[in-house]
């Protein structure tokens, strides 16, 4: 590791469990940070002793053991914990490019106005690697000055900060989301985060809707291939915007069940 004086003024956060397989590529594309703060909610695979190693190296690494609150509340503790002056949020299966890492120093040198950046984010497609550049997800909060932000912890998942005030969008540079789940496992995910979400949604008394049981799935469909651009990654483009679809029909198809079975509650009638 390079003296630490050279170290951006930088707190990466990160939670994880049982991640022994991708948190090592994480941690090496954050040398330039000055802390790098793991909460790890009870791994039982390699994962401790992998963050062991980079410890003993002089990694710049503060790890802690805390019990499973959701992801919103996790990532709340983990920001909690970092005590540099900007904070970068990211995922044990994710890392920088070559590019964000660089515009770092001009990032977090901006006006004192703005208080975070979004920043885009590539995926990793199976029978294409990663998306091109021009290819991108929406771009979400990562980087916030500390004490400028906070986790909303109403949100089960696809949790993010809510800043409090001025955020940009970053121009250059991407983080990298490398966990490459063939379909049978991506359809579990799938499954698993649209029943967070439409337990969430029915918690806060959102209504079942036909029209979005009809309609969220295709324009999901059409928002991530036309315009996130996933058409030019051809059939793996394809896939991943599928998947999307898929995601979002079963996230409205669980919220109107959820609704239905306490209107008519799954009796058999028959005899």
């Given at each position: 590791?390079?003296?630490?004086?050279?170290?951006?003024?930088?707190?990466?956060?990160?939670?994880?469990?049982?991640?022994?397989?991708?948190?090592?590529?994480?941690?090496?594309?954050?040398?330039?940070?000055?802390?790098?703060?793991?909460?790890?909610?009870?791994?039982?695979?390699?994962?401790?002793?992998?963050?062991?190693?980079?410890?003993?190296?002089?990694?710049?690494?503060?790890?802690f053991q805390e019990a499973w609150r959701g992801y919103a509340a996790q990532k709340q503790f983990a920001l909690d914990q970092?005590?540099?002056?900007?904070?970068?949020?990211?995922?044990?299966d994710e890392r920088l490019d070559a590019t964000l890492a660089k515009a770092l120093p001009e990032l977090i040198g901006a006006?004192?106005?703005?208080?975070?950046?979004?920043?885009?984010?590539?995926?990793?497609?199976?029978?294409?690697?990663?998306?091109?550049?021009?290819?991108?997800?929406?771009?979400?909060?990562?980087?916030?000055?500390?004490?400028?932000?906070?986790?909303?912890?109403?949100?089960?998942?696809?949790?993010?900060?809510?800043?409090?005030?001025?955020?940009?969008?970053?121009?250059?540079?991407?983080?990298?989301?490398?966990?490459?789940?063939?379909?049978?496992?991506?359809?579990?995910?799938?499954?698993?985060?649209?029943?967070?979400?439409?337990?969430?949604?029915?918690a806060q008394g959102k209504p079942a809707s036909v029209m979005k049981l009809i309609f969220s799935p295709p324009i999901y469909?059409?928002?991530?291939?036309?315009?996130?651009?996933?058409?030019?990654?051809?059939?793996?483009?394809?896939?991943?915007?599928?998947?999307?679809?898929?995601?979002?029909?079963?996230?409205?198809?669980?919220?109107?069940?959820?609704?239905?079975?306490?209107?008519?509650?799954?009796?058999?009638?028959?005899?």
């Amino acid at each position: 590791m390079d003296d630490a004086v050279s170290r951006l003024p930088i707190s990466a956060f990160i939670i994880c469990l049982n991640e022994e397989r991708y948190l090592g590529n994480c941690i090496e594309s954050l040398a330039d940070c000055a802390e790098i703060v793991i909460v790890d909610s009870g791994s039982t695979d390699g994962t401790l002793a992998l963050i062991r190693t980079y410890i003993d190296q002089g990694w710049p690494i503060r790890v802690f053991q805390e019990a499973w609150r959701g992801y919103a509340a996790q990532k709340q503790f983990a920001l909690d914990q970092c005590n540099q002056p900007w904070a970068l949020n990211i995922d044990a299966d994710e890392r920088l490019d070559a590019t964000l890492a660089k515009a770092l120093p001009e990032l977090i040198g901006a006006d004192v106005a703005v208080v975070g950046w979004r920043v885009a984010r590539r995926p990793y497609l199976i029978g294409l690697g990663y998306t091109p550049e021009h290819v991108r997800e929406r771009k979400n909060l990562r980087l916030i000055r500390k004490g400028k932000g906070a986790y909303d912890l109403s949100q089960t998942v696809h949790e993010g900060i809510i800043p409090s005030g001025q955020v940009n969008d970053a121009g250059a540079g991407s983080i990298l989301h490398f966990r490459p789940l063939i379909m049978d496992e991506q359809i579990l995910k799938e499954n698993r985060y649209s029943t967070l979400k439409a337990d969430q949604q029915v918690a806060q008394g959102k209504p079942a809707s036909v029209m979005k049981l009809i309609f969220s799935p295709p324009i999901y469909f059409l928002r991530l291939y036309f315009r996130h651009g996933l058409w030019r990654c051809g059939v793996p483009g394809f896939i991943q915007s599928a998947t999307g679809a898929v995601y979002a029909f079963l996230t409205q198809a669980k919220i109107y069940q959820r609704h239905a079975m306490k209107r008519h509650p799954t009796v058999d009638t028959a005899g």
